[in-house]
């Protein structure tokens, strides 16, 4: 892991934390796109390699990986050694990615919804936000727990929000991605291991042909519920604050 920063400043201003790799690019990767082109840091923390796969392997998904990071402007990526399929909320795991959010120090954290078909997903929607409060407690120290792990300041995200793409639920907010669904797009499809047609799990993916109309077709959906053309959905557990009632977006009729 790279060694801490030298100052208080984030690595990372949006920090996307997911089971898998893929799937940030299926759920936030036009949010990723559209922050990095404000002019913030973003980064992914994948927490499985991806061994379990019906299609591909850890390696093929590494290398895929890290194209899809390029794709989507992404300054730092990398994957923990979590069982893939069988991830679970334990203390070990949980200071495993409180070591990142102390090293990127990130204001935001995406996390999956909490309800999801793959066990893997709701199970990092728990693990994550535990692992977002204990980063912040000062008595935790995570510098026995490994060999060459550096000392790192508490540090709790101001902000956490549910990418909720594949939930039944109203999104608490939209993010525009219009510009950027054609990137979000290609990172997907850096993925050719998973997502090229070929034989081996054809009975469970969705053709080649198909993903971009589904995938457009559900970003479609979302943004006309904002007003958008393109758009992706995220659930907060808080309420919302508005200061100034003239400029909410989203025309109410």
Known sequence: MPAAPASDTPAANVLAIAAHRDDVEQTCGGTLLRMAARG???????????????????????REAGEAARILGVGWRQALDLPDGAIENTLDNRIKIVRV?????????ILPYWQARHPDHSIVATLGYEACFLSGLAKIDIADRGPSTPQLKPHRPFKIVYASLYADVRPSFIVDITPFVEQRHAALMAYRSQYANQAQGSALFVAEEEIRERTFAEARHYGLLAGVTFGEPFVQKEVGLVDDLTLVPVQSI
Do not use: C, F, K
């Not at 959010?101 to 954290?109: A, I």
């Open 40 to 62: 913030l840091r973003t980064a992914i923390l994948d927490l499985t390699q991806g061994e379990s796969g019906t299609r591909g392997t850890a390696g093929d998904r590494e």
């Open 101 to 109: 959010l102390r090293l990127l120090r990130p204001r935001v954290v």
